[in-house]
């Protein structure tokens, strides 16, 4: 079994990125990433200081604005208007979940689809459903790039993908069947879950149940991709039980030091492709 080291692919890539935000640079365009982060739930704050300081390390420019939870969507969406045409800017990020008064979709759609490095918008979205260039949600992203880096070819692997959200289920299925797997989505209608995902040569877990895919989940010689991100007595737990899992498994995330490094590496290269095209 080999661990699939999301936190040393991830150094690689940043460094290679550091690179072109420095060539970038020498041709006057700095790129610049905005996050806007709405009301205090302190997962996100954490996940906007993470991002905050990997645009610093990278060389990027980078703004965030911390709104009061009380924010209206008009003020919200008129943050959004500015961002989209503020030069300065090249990929905005509105940080999920938003406060229950806020219609999710509304922001995520008033955003320039040219600037929205998350992948989120239904545009990027449907690029990535009719196999036009877009952005492609980070995460999914950086999934795929794991894959790529065990070496082995996918396609024609047999892929079981459980949770089908937005944001991570759908678009790395449409990536994976991009690759040429055969994939199947999963999710709490699936009837024998067990005997689907034990039968998959690829596996990916972004459920958000803790430990939930045990070793019987597993076939012999997989690849298994935790996704899941929770917290238990203080400790961040994966939907895969690792100790179970390692044992079958050809190559394994680990979490945390998986999938998470990715998903803001993702980002940043997203928003350096976003100032490479549209400076
Ligand atoms: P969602 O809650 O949006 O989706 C969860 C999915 O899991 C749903 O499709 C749901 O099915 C399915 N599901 C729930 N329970 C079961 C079950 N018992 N059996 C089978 N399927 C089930 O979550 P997200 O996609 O946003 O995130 C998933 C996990 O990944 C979370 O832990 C999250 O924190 C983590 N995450 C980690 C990231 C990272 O960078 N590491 C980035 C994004 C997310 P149904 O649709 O039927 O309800």
């Known amino acids: 079994m080999s661990i699939i080291d999301g ?13 072109k935000v420095a060539k970038l640079k020498e041709e006057g365009i700095t790129p610049g990433l905005a996050v806007v982060l709405v009301g205090d739930d302190p997962a996100s704050a954490i996940y906007v200081r993470y991002k905050e300081q990997a645009c610093t390390d990278t060389g990027l420019y980078s703004e965030v604005h911390r709104l009061d939870a009380a924010t209206t969507q008009e003020t919200l969406l008129s943050l959004v208007e500015r961002l989209n045409t503020d030069d300065k800017i090249h990929g905005i990020l509105v940080q999920l979940p938003l406060p229950n008064h806020i219609d999710e979709m509304a922001i995520l759609r008033a955003i320039n689809p040219d600037k929205d490095v998350d992948g989120f918008h239904v545009i990027n979205a449907g690029k990535l459903f009719v196999g036009e260039k877009g952005f492609v949600a980070c995460t999914a992203k950086g999934i795929i790039t794991l894959i790529k880096s065990t070496g082995i070819d996918i396609t024609g692997k047999t892929a079981v993908v459980v949770g089908r959200s937005n944001i991570v289920g759908k678009p790395v299925s449409m990536l994976l069947m991009e690759q040429n797997a055969t994939v199947t989505m999963c999710h709490s209608r699936t009837r024998d879950l067990a005997k689907v995902c034990a039968g998959a040569d690829i596996l990916v877990a972004a459920i958000g149940r803790p430990e939930m895919i045990t ?30 899992a390692e044992k079958k498994a050809a190559f394994i995330t680990p979490v945390p030091g998986g999938v998470g490094p990715m998903t803001i ?14 400076g």
């Open 265 to 278: 590496t993702m980002l940043l290269e997203n928003t350096v492709e976003a100032a490479k095209i549209h």
């Open 215 to 244: 070793g019987e989940y597993v076939k012999q010689g997989a690849i298994v991709i935790d996704v899941g991100t929770s917290r238990v007595d203080g400790k961040l737990k994966g939907d895969v039980l690792f100790s179970e």
């Open 7 to 19: 936190k040393a692919i991830s150094g690689q890539i940043r460094l290679g990125l550091t690179e």
